[in-house]
C-alpha cells in the first residue's frame, strides 16, 4: 500500500503483473470529494483464479461497490490486483471476501460491499457477497446487475 499523499506507484508507469495478490501493491490517492457521499463501482467481468483442488481456471464476474472515505483507490493498481488472482489457487469464498477485506483494510472506506458471481464448475454456480457492514444512510445503492446464473454472458 502507498500513502496516499506520495506518487502512485503504477500511475503512468510500466508495471509487470505481480507474482501473487500478496505481492501486489494497491495505491491510493486522496479522495478529490472528500465529505461527500457517494459511490464508486468497479466491475471485473473477467476475472479469474485458480481452484485450489484440481488447478483448473475459475471465472467470475465481481462487482466492488465502496463508499470512499479520505482516499480511492487507483484503478490500476487494483487491476493490476485483481490481475495477480491468475495464478493463485483459492476457493470461491476466501478469493471473493479476501479481496472485500483487504480493500477495506488499507483504504478505509466509509462503506464498501463486492459481488462475486463465479461461473459454474461441476454444475454449480456459486455467488458470494461480503460488505463491510451497513451502508451509510443517504447512500444510493444500484443493483450489482448481474443476473442470476442463466447462462451468464
Known amino acids: 500500500m502507498t500513502d496516499a499523499t506520495t506518487t502512485p506507484l503504477h500511475l503512468g508507469q510500466h508495471s509487470p503483473l505481480p507474482a501473487s495478490p500478496d505481492l501486489a501493491v494497491l495505491d491510493y490517492v486522496p479522495n478529490p470529494r472528500e465529505g461527500t457521499l457517494y459511490l464508486v463501482r468497479f466491475a471485473a467481468p473477467e476475472f479469474t483464479s485458480l481452484c485450489p483442488v484440481t488447478g483448473q481456471p475459475d471465472f467470475a464476474h465481481l462487482v466492488i461497490d465502496y463508499a470512499p472515505g479520505e482516499t480511492i483507490v487507483e484503478s ?62 443517504g447512500l444510493w445503492l444500484p443493483d450489482q446487475g448481474v443476473a442470476s446464473y442463466r447462462g451468464r454472458g
Do not use: C
Open 76 to 137: 490500476k493498481s487494483l487491476k493490476l490486483f485483481l490481475g495477480a488472482f491468475r495464478n493463485h489457487a483459492g476457493f470461491h469464498e476466501d478469493v471473493t471476501v479476501g479481496i472485500g477485506q483487504r480493500l477495506f483494510a488499507e483504504m478505509q472506506p466509509r462503506w464498501l460491499r463486492i459481488g462475486g458471481y463465479w461461473y459454474p464448475r461441476g454444475g454449480i454456480p456459486i455467488d458470494v457477497f461480503w460488505q463491510s457492514g451497513a451502508p451509510p444512510e
